[in-house]
């Protein structure tokens, strides 16, 4: 207590400035960027402009646009398709970009835009209504009529349901040129160009089953049908998905689909009749799982393609050639089978066209016009897994190549490849992170069990037992004393910033993401990956929470299902089976085994309860329902909120919410006691448009407070969050009592045990009170509340954590529109600010000035700082070991980290700190002590003689 009282002064005494300062940004925080893992048919090398180098350009599969630098593997541009696009349209994004143009042009839903290749900035943008896009190509022509940096877009429109459209959008305004509609129920499928033809596909339903291929040919100019035929499909093809591959953009497009038995494979040079076949080799003893077509995507190409084969150990390919006059392909000659999975990529230098094989141990480069190896180099470390899909760049200089890879692999990582030395990796998996946590050292797993033997024994064992403990201890006493004189001297030369990880600011943090891997990301070395394991083999794992235990972690999933992996080494250690769908996880955090319940999607609990404890839980349906452990089967209470409105959200106090004072000390030196209910749960409820928070006693079911706010727009974000004695929430309101009152508001309420200062309230002399026996004795708070008007939307709300709730806490908000997260210190937010006033001095002493209805966003209170931190989903915050310190991680998108000092970091030495100068000053100092002090002696003595 005396020291909770020393540090409370501390925290006082220092001036209250929040800013993060420059050189501490990468020192302190960490910023993942992320795009989510590149979709295979959206992603390339493309040079933006004659004079720059070559940028990596991918359209992932969260729909992000981005811009690599292929050096670095830094983000140089990226777009947010998601947010632009029609609500609702989505699913597939297309992504092209054409040599000699800056534009890249992409679709997504019903919106197509054009983006400037360097810096990704907008060129033009367009939105249709009628059915997604289905493809997308830009028109390669010598046209004369078209400015020669900008390429027409050829757009097909239209779903499974059939309506399909083909649209020519001007390159430099996405203006409609010409439409083509097309009246039959065929689906429409891709669209291809040749130099003179646009090639519209679309699989036409047969009157016994399969799809009949339709290639019909439009005009360039006038977008008119000139021609059309059918290729007898129909026993071959099933679906879109039967077709393997149909070029676009080439000097000989094709159309490629193989048999239902794969024995043959079919291809149709687009404009022709004839369908060539070619059989398949099948001398591998194993059956073909996959095939994959690669050609070159430019006019000027040679016309040479590779058909890439797989079974479940080995994978080879072919080569062929297509003769133009003819239509007719040949194979020219065949790569190698190789017993590991292999993944292609095309490039062209002029008409020459390279393929580049990527297995986990080495990259290849063959010319498409002969089986001659170009180039060969082992991989200097082997890919951490299989690649999927792969682009490369080709650079010749003689008979010399170099070759660069960026290739996805199956873990979701991003791996370039720079003539077989690794380049960078980026974890694109992260942004599908779902639950994060940081991980305990198994170190301090023992002492936490020897003090709890001592803390269960009697006095006199406990006695024994802890002496026991420390003789044992004096094993170590040795290492110790042989390490003492290099830690020293190593603390004079490290700055304390270095120091700290003692303190459990360098924590490691355990991610779950949706493709079914863990991560481990370590906080000391910038965020990065310490470790990443498949756990599960699924694409979808809803993952709803991870819970640490010293030296393990178990990700909890909604089907039941759980995993515990090792913190340090990865390495699974237990699984359980799934076994029922489930709403939600309940941690219940006891002494030292946290106790996890799974919660069904009616809200109840899979087990009872034991031990003392409460637990609310909310349904699917948009109930609340409370339960206890000496009452298992049925819920002591339920909560429905009032007609027409549905229960959104439901929170409680953090586990570890400590209280460092119980009253808030008045100018007056009275005492304002604060209303601490450690069992608060805040509601969130929405009508039609009305937003309704409810306070609740969680053990009796009781409302303690409800406050309704009409003219809500509650399609808008609406955040909130309780802590210690006071709640906020924010939410888009439009018509309000006060006129002004109209756009983004925070509200913050402070609960009181009376309006009175000094007084706590009926209960107040009472020492204990239960709120299972006597609900009608609880007491209700006194709720003061304050509304401020905030600049922009908040979609979500934390609290920053400390040791001992000493320090200021900063409410947390994330800021979807800037692309932040800021800490709002709790100070500024107060209540009680007067309002249309100027403080008394017994006021300014608390610390309060002045309400303004506005709250402006303080440039200091950015814990981002000036990044671009986007998508964030969930703000964790834990404490350290130091009161004047909080972490903060933040995931769902991008992944950001750092640490807080609300209150300014108190308990540590600031980094200018000498230690040199004040050993220095000491010694120097007692040097002359012992000159002086013999002088100082004469002189009295001598003093005395003359008296
Ligand atoms: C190829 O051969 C294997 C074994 O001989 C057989 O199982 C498979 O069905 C054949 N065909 C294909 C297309 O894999
Ligand atoms: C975790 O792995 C580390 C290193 O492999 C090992 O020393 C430790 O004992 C393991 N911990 C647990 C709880 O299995
Ligand atoms: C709580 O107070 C009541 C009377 O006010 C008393 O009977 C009861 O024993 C007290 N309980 C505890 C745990 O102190
Ligand atoms: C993209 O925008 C959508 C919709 O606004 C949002 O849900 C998502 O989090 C955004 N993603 C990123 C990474 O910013």
Redesign the pocket.
């Known amino acids: 207590m005396r020291l909770q009282a020393a540090l409370l002064l501390l925290a006082a005494c220092v001036s209250s400035t929040w800013a993060i300062y420059p050189d501490e940004v990468d020192q302190i925080d960490f910023h993942h960027a992320l795009l989510g893992v590149p979709s295979t048919h959206s992603t390339f090398f493309h040079r933006p402009s004659a004079s720059s180098a070559s940028l990596l350009y991918t359209l992932s599969e969260k729909l992000i646009l981005g811009a690599v630098n292929p050096k670095d593997g830094s983000i140089v541009w990226r777009q947010n398709l998601t947010k632009l696009s029609l609500p609702g349209q989505g699913a597939e994004g297309f992504l092209r970009a054409s040599d000699g143009s800056d534009a890249v042009v992409s679709a997504a839903g019903g919106y197509v835009s054009s983006w400037s290749g360097l810096d990704g900035k907008l060129v033009w943008e367009n939105r249709f209504t009628d059915g997604p896009v289905a493809d997308l190509e830009l028109l390669e022509l010598d046209d004369p009529s078209a400015a020669p940096t900008t390429r027409d877009a050829i757009v097909l429109f239209g779903d499974n349901a059939g309506s399909g459209s083909v649209r020519r959008l001007d390159g430099s305004s996405g203006g409609v040129k010409w439409e083509f509609k097309d009246d039959s129920d065929d689906i429409p499928f891709q669209v291809s160009s040749s130099p003179t033809e646009i090639f519209y596909i679309s699989l036409q339903s047969s009157l016994l089953k399969g799809y009949k291929i339709k290639v019909t040919s439009l005009d360039v100019l006038t977008g008119r049908q000139t021609q059309q035929h059918i290729l007898s499909s129909d026993s071959d093809v099933a679906g879109p998905e039967s077709i393997l591959f149909t070029g676009a953009n080439t000097a000989s497009p094709l159309i490629v689909w193989s048999d239902k038995s794969r024995k043959t494979l079919k291809i149709n040079v687009l404009g022709s009749k004839r369908v060539n076949s070619v059989t398949i080799g099948n001398d591998s003893g194993e059956e073909i799982r996959s095939i994959m077509v690669h050609a070159p995507r430019q006019l000027n190409s040679l016309p040479h393609f590779l058909v890439h084969y797989e079974t479940d150990s080995s994978s080879w390919a072919e080569v062929f050639h297509v003769d133009l006059k003819a239509a007719t392909v040949s194979m020219a000659y065949q790569l190698p089978r190789v017993q590991e999975k292999s993944a292609f990529a095309t490039s062209n230098k002029d008409a020459n066209v390279y393929f580049t094989r990527i297995t986990e141990s080495e990259t290849v480069v063959v010319s498409s016009a002969s089986h001659g190896i170009l180039g060969r180099w082992n991989h200097q470390s082997p890919l951490s897994g299989r690649a999927l899909h792969t682009v490369s760049e080709v650079v010749t200089k003689g008979d010399a190549v170099a070759v660069r890879s960026a290739s996805v692999l199956a873990s979701g990582d991003w791996q370039l490849i720079r003539n077989g030395q690794t380049g960078w990796i980026r974890h694109e998996a992260l942004a599908g992170a779902l639950a994060a946590t940081w991980a305990e050292s198994?170190d301090r797993e023992e002492l936490v069990h020897e003090l709890e033997v001592e803390g269960h024994g009697s006095l006199y064992g406990a006695y024994i037992h802890r002496v026991k403990r420390h003789i044992k201890d004096l094993q170590y006493l040795p290492d110790w004393l042989r390490e003492l004189p290099k830690r020293i001297i190593t603390s004079f030369i490290t700055d304390e910033v270095s120091n700290l990880n003692n303190f459990g600011v360098f924590k490691s943090i355990i991610v779950a993401t949706e493709n079914g891997r863990v991560f481990s990301i370590d906080s000391g070395k910038h965020g990065a990956v310490s470790w990443s394991v498949k756990a599960v083999e699924t694409d979808k794992w809803n993952v709803k929470s991870i819970v640490a235990q010293?030296?393990?972690a178990t990700v909890y999933a909604d089907d039941g299902s759980s995993v515990t992996l090792?913190?340090?080494?990865g390495?699974i250690?237990a699984r359980d089976a799934p076994s029922m769908k489930l709403n939600s996880i309940a941690v219940i955090d006891q002494e030292s085994t946290p106790v996890v319940i799974g919660v069904k999607e009616d809200g109840t609990p899979m087990k009872p309860l034991d031990g003392p404890g409460f637990l609310i839980t909310l349904s699917t349906d948009g109930r609340v329902v409370g339960w206890r452990a000496d009452n298992n089967q049925s819920p002591v209470w339920e909560f429905v909120p009032s007609q027409g409105q549905k229960v959104i959200r439901a929170t409680a106090r953090p586990s570890h919410d400590p209280v460092a004072s119980i009253g808030k000390v008045l100018g007056d030196r009275s005492v304002l006691y604060k209303y601490l209910n450690p069992n608060l749960a805040l509601i969130t409820a929405v009508g039609d448009s009305s937003a309704t928070f409810y306070l609740l006693d969680a053990i009796s079911g009781k409302i303690l407070y409800a406050s309704t706010q009409t003219g809500v727009d509650t399609s808008q974000p609406i955040a909130s969050v309780i802590s210690e004695n006071w709640f906020a929430y924010s939410f888009w309101s439009d018509v309000s009592d006060t006129s002004d009152a109209k756009g983004y508001q925070l509200v913050i309420s402070e609960l009181y045990e009376s309006p009175v200062p000094n007084d706590r309230g009926p209960l107040g002399s009472s020492l204990n009170y239960s709120s299972i026996y006597g609900v009608d004795m609880l007491p209700e708070p006194h709720v003061i509340s304050q509304a401020y008007i905030i600049p922009e939307p908040i979609s979500h709300m934390a609290v920053s954590q400390t040791r001992q709730g000493i320090a200021t806490r900063l409410l947390l908000c994330t800021l979807p529109e800037s692309n932040a997260i800021i800490g709002i210190p709790r100070p500024v937010l107060d209540p009680r600010r007067p309002v249309g006033r100027d403080p008394i001095p017994a006021e300014a002493e608390e610390g309060l000035f002045k309400y303004s209805p506005f709250l402006e966003f303080d440039g200091r209170w950015f814990i981002t700082h000036a990044r671009d931190v986007t998508g964030i989903k969930t703000v964790l915050s834990s404490p350290t070991l130091l009161e004047s310190t909080s972490l903060i991680f933040a995931f769902g998108g991008d992944i950001f980290a750092t640490r807080v000092t609300p209150s300014q970091a108190f308990d540590v030495l600031g980094k200018g700190f000498s230690k040199l100068q004040l050993l220095v000053t000491v010694v120097a100092s007692g040097v002359c002590v012992v000159i002086l002090a013999p002088m100082v002696r004469r002189k009295q003595v001598n003093a005395l003689w003359k008296a």
């Open positions: 198994a010293p030296g393990t090792n913190v340090t080494s390495d250690v």
